[in-house]
């Protein structure tokens, strides 16, 4: 099953068919919102909010375990994670679309693994994350290729045949918020490499590597980074712009679900070979 997280202003998937709600409980606590299942083009798909229902989830706050684990509990093996971004790379435009590549970690407190060894909690359930977590394993995921090149691919196409702006490829850096970045740090973030900038994209990855789901991250530039424009940032413009995109991504989703193949073809699945110690 194909799992969608939607970020801000992406809180629910209109006109899509609602087969049932879940509430979820997970050994990591409530997911931040029920999961949705709903039908895109013939296939179930599972929605989530990474905010929440009215957005009471700031982004050093979400409970991206129990999101991921919820997913897991339901069958997820594919994530689709939807994010509003500020623009570092010159190239990009209020509006563009970026397929990300790879990542930079800023982020200070947030729990970013379910593997600690003997801390880890017990879990039910026979596949090998919870075998893992009941057994106290340490577990050292390898993120060389972390998003996944099969979905990758597949948002090229729709992107491509919907003649949207996208770039294909992009480093996100996470920062821990809720506060915007200074200039000084974007200037910092764009020498270490970053592309965008946004709060809420780690540790949401390497969770869904440690659970051997395929993960891709679709951003959309919501505004120039600090500094960038020489003007002060809203949260509201983030907003304002994600609603002008609401159509776009509304399709950019259906043809993706509808075009991502059935069989896993990458070696996401395979994640968590001989990464136990």
């Not at 729990?111 to 994350?129: A, Q």
């Not at 577990?139 to 992107?159: F, G, T």
């Not at 679709?218 to 609401?246: F, H, W, Y």
Request: net charge neutral; glycine share 8%; aromatic share 6%.
């Amino acid at each position: 099953m194909i799992g969608i997280i939607g970020g801000s202003g992406i809180y629910n998937i209109e006109g899509a068919r609602i087969i049932k709600e879940i509430n979820i409980s997970t050994p990591f606590g409530k997911p931040s919102s029920p999961v949705v299942i709903m039908d895109i083009e013939g296939r179930e798909v599972a929605f989530l909010s990474r905010h929440g229902r009215g957005h009471i989830y700031p982004p050093h706050l979400v409970p991206y375990r129990a999101n991921l684990w919820a997913f897991r509990e339901i069958g997820v093996s594919r994530v689709l994670s939807l994010c509003a971004v500020g623009g570092i790379n010159r190239k990009l435009q209020p509006g563009d679309y970026v397929v990300i590549s790879d990542f930079i970690d800023l982020t200070k407190n947030r729990k970013s693994t379910f593997y600690e060894g003997i801390e880890s909690l017990r879990v039910e359930g026979e596949d090998k994350p919870a075998k893992l977590l009941r057994e106290g394993r340490v577990v050292h995921i390898d993120v060389s290729e972390a998003y996944c090149p099969q979905m990758r691919s597949v948002l090229y196409k729709v992107l491509e045949n919907l003649n949207l702006p996208f770039h294909a490829e992009g480093i996100y850096a996470c920062t821990e918020g809720p506060r915007f970045e200074t200039p000084a740090e974007i200037r910092a973030i764009e020498k270490l490499g970053g592309d965008v900038v946004g709060m809420t994209g780690y540790p949401e990855v390497v969770l869904a590597r440690e659970l051997a789901m395929c993960y891709a991250s679709l951003c959309v530039v919501a505004n120039p980074a600090a500094g960038i424009s020489g003007r002060r940032l809203t949260s509201q413009e983030v907003i304002e712009l994600m609603k002008s995109k609401d159509q776009e991504i509304k399709l950019l989703i259906k043809r993706f679900v509808s075009e991502l193949p059935e069989e896993r073809t990458c070696n996401c699945k395979n994640a968590l070979e001989d990464a136990e110690v």
